[in-house]
């Protein structure tokens, strides 16, 4: 395992950044006849991804297919332009849409990634389009023992989404039998054989080292590099392009305090995962920063926007044009021996009794909504706010069977976490108001209001458990309605909520295939830009589960395709295709174009 950089070293292409932009790049290149090299700033690969729930949204998929289910390639078509709406890209869509299933077969034929089918629905499935299942797969559970003395390397997940450093499979009933550990003779059996496996490899290992999700898609990314002999240099910080004659021929390198230089003969890929942790550049972007409110982002510290910078260094360009930057997340904080970890609140909200409310004690949106979408809507609610917050209610029955964000269900006990000022606890909705900060006669007269409804399984006011996506995350023994329950019986018990993200969605400006543009729309020779640096073809929306990695992978393979093609003196991979992912100046004309 040889992680040094040498002083001097040539190859033929330079992938900045170990996530799953980066490593597709890589791997699809190098399967194509380039001689690859990979550098990560952290001291750990990974990126994003390995705290990711490792899902990849590729409607087509052979997986759906082989279970018959039913879909089509014009039924994606109109949902991403339902979805991304003026910023509907017909070349880049169009490219995703022949490319994805493609790409799946590629990776599962010729590497270790493999994948399991979803049950996920799209999280508008009542859209124009959308579908209730089959366009989400979820990388298969990985034993990283396999990448040997790199294992490591592997950046571990995310602390606050682990149990004592176990991580859970992202599904419904894996999740059950945790639930259900005190209540059922199999769920306990199931329970104490998982930890029983996983403390045996605490003990040996010092992590976990059966993954899952995102985990086990960078670890399976990662070995399949490792297989192919591309190699992944941590701890190798880029300083800078090296530009020449209007070329990109290199990258200039720091690691270990000593420099490096890498000529790269054909070219530079930037996946340095957006620019998440950019505070300069967020204040531009966010509204509830420029508002002085806070931003929390549980994604790797080291996504400081180092690849647009880079772009930007030799003419390239990075749009901030999406009402909605990132992909949100509403996040709460941790406190531990560092501070505080940051919890995304990925499945709390849709139980039966848990509703979220902000300072003023009102609700402001259909809880039970994708994590995006009540992202959008809680810096929209609090525009006249000083701060953008919200805060999850419920009462003793619901944090009892449930949890309410990183507070396990019972027997897990609360004292700590109330102690130290996670779970703020009132023995009535008055008091609770008063501990949280909250308007408390306005909270009392929302949690009446609600209960009217809930208590027949009804929320007429936002609508939960309309959908199947609101569904599918919920209670399914929950009647009548899996996501709506009264809040009835104190003590009640609150956590506060910020905004944070999954990545951003504005990036680079690229071509179709990569390349990244200027301010005139020209390619600039030999740079490219893959990941969550590219600009998203999403728009700034969040159509279903795993859209930002399946376009990720997607267009990673088509980016490694089309150098590879060019290299062997091909025109490369859709070489008629060469408009920017996003062109504000050209977006109307691309809508017309399907």
Request: aromatic residues 6%.
């Given at each position: 395992m040889n992680t040094t950089l040498p002083q001097q070293l040539e190859c033929d292409l330079v992938v900045v950044g170990a996530g799953a932009g980066g490593l597709s790049t890589a791997i699809t290149a190098k399967k194509k006849g380039l001689n690859v090299i990979v550098l990560e700033k952290d001291q750990v690969f990974g990126g994003t991804t390995?705290?990711?729930?490792?899902?990849?949204?590729?409607?087509?998929?052979?997986?759906?297919?082989?279970?018959?289910?039913?879909?089509?390639?014009?039924?994606a078509l109109t949902y991403l332009k339902h979805e991304t709406k003026s910023f509907f890209n017909a070349d880049a869509v169009n490219a995703f849409l022949d490319y994805g299933p493609e790409m799946l077969k590629?990776?599962?034929?010729?590497?270790?990634?493999?994948?399991?089918?979803?049950?996920?629905?799209?999280?508008?499935?009542?859209?124009?389009?959308?579908?209730?299942i089959g366009r989400s797969v979820l990388a298969a559970p990985y034993d990283i023992r396999g990448l040997g003395d790199n294992m490591q390397r592997l950046r571990p997940p995310l602390k606050t989404i682990t149990f004592i450093g176990m991580m859970f499979n992202s599904s419904n009933a894996d999740l059950k039998h945790f639930f259900n550990a005190t209540k059922s003779f199999t769920s306990f059996i199931y329970v104490a054989k998982r930890l029983a496996i996983h403390l045996k490899e605490l003990a040996r290992y010092g992590r976990g080292t059966n993954v899952t999700i995102g985990n086990a898609l960078a670890a399976r990314l990662a070995k399949s590099a490792f297989d192919l002999d591309i190699p992944i240099y941590t701890n190798a910080s880029v300083q800078g392009l090296v530009f020449d004659d209007g070329k990109v021929?290199?990258?200039?390198?720091?690691?270990?305090?000593?420099?490096?230089?890498?000529?790269?003969?054909?070219?530079?890929?930037?996946?340095?995962?957006?620019?998440?942790?950019?505070?300069?550049?967020?204040?531009?972007a966010y509204p509830h920063l420029k508002r002085g409110g806070e931003h929390i982002s549980p994604v790797p510290k080291t996504n400081t926007g180092d690849g647009c910078r880079s772009a930007e260094s030799v003419g390239g360009i990075v749009d901030l044009q999406y009402a909605d930057t990132s992909a949100w997340m509403p996040v709460s904080k941790v406190p531990d021996a560092e501070g505080y970890g940051v919890f995304p609140h990925l499945l709390d909200r849709y139980k039966p009794g848990i509703i979220g409310v902000l300072k003023n004690g009102k609700r402001f949106t259909n809880e039970s909504n994708s994590y995006h979408d009540v992202g959008a809507d809680l810096f929209r609610a609090c525009k006249n706010f000083d701060e953008t917050a919200m805060w999850l209610i419920c009462d003793q029955k619901t944090i009892s069977k449930y949890g309410l964000g990183y507070a396990k269900p019972a027997p897990m006990p609360l004292s700590s976490l109330i102690k130290k000022g996670y779970l703020i606890k009132g023995n009535s909705l008055e008091e609770l108001a008063q501990h949280a900060g909250i308007d408390g006669k306005t909270l009392v007269k929302t949690v009446q209001h609600y209960n009217i409804g809930a208590i027949k399984g009804e929320d007429p006011e936002f609508h939960r458990g309309s959908t199947t996506f609101n569904r599918y995350l919920a209670d399914p023994e929950h009647k009548p309605n899996p996501c709506v329950a009264p809040i009835e019986q104190g003590p009640f018990y609150a956590v506060k909520v910020f905004m944070g993200d999954l990545g951003t969605f504005d990036?680079?400006?690229?071509?179709?295939?990569?390349?990244?543009?200027?301010?005139?729309?020209?390619?600039?020779?030999?740079?490219?830009?893959?990941?969550?640096?590219r600009a998203s073809i999403m728009g700034g929306n969040y159509p279903g589960a795993g859209i930002t990695l399946?376009?990720?992978?997607?267009?990673?393979?088509?980016?490694?395709?089309?150098?590879?093609?060019?290299?062997?003196?091909?025109?490369?991979?859709?070489?008629?295709?060469?408009?920017?992912?996003?062109?504000?100046?050209?977006?109307?004309?691309?809508?017309?174009?399907?």
């Open positions: 390995a705290f990711s729930g490792g899902v990849l949204w590729i409607p087509g998929n052979h997986h759906a297919k082989q279970k018959c289910i039913q879909d089509s390639r014009e039924a590629f990776f599962e034929k010729n590497t270790s990634v493999k994948f399991i089918p979803t049950l996920y629905p799209d999280y508008h499935p009542d859209a124009p389009g959308g579908v209730d021929t290199g990258v200039k390198v720091g690691q270990q305090q000593q420099n490096c230089q890498i000529k790269a003969k054909h070219g530079v890929v930037l996946a340095c995962g957006g620019f998440s942790h950019d505070l300069e550049r967020l204040k531009q990036g680079i400006r690229t071509a179709v295939t990569g390349e990244v543009l200027d301010q005139a729309n020209q390619k600039i020779t030999d740079l490219y830009a893959v990941g969550n640096d399946g376009p990720i992978m997607t267009f990673g393979y088509i980016t490694g395709s089309h150098i590879a093609d060019l290299a062997k003196g091909g025109q490369g991979l859709l070489c008629s295709q060469s408009q920017p992912v996003v062109n504000q100046q050209s977006t109307e004309e691309m809508r017309h174009v399907s």
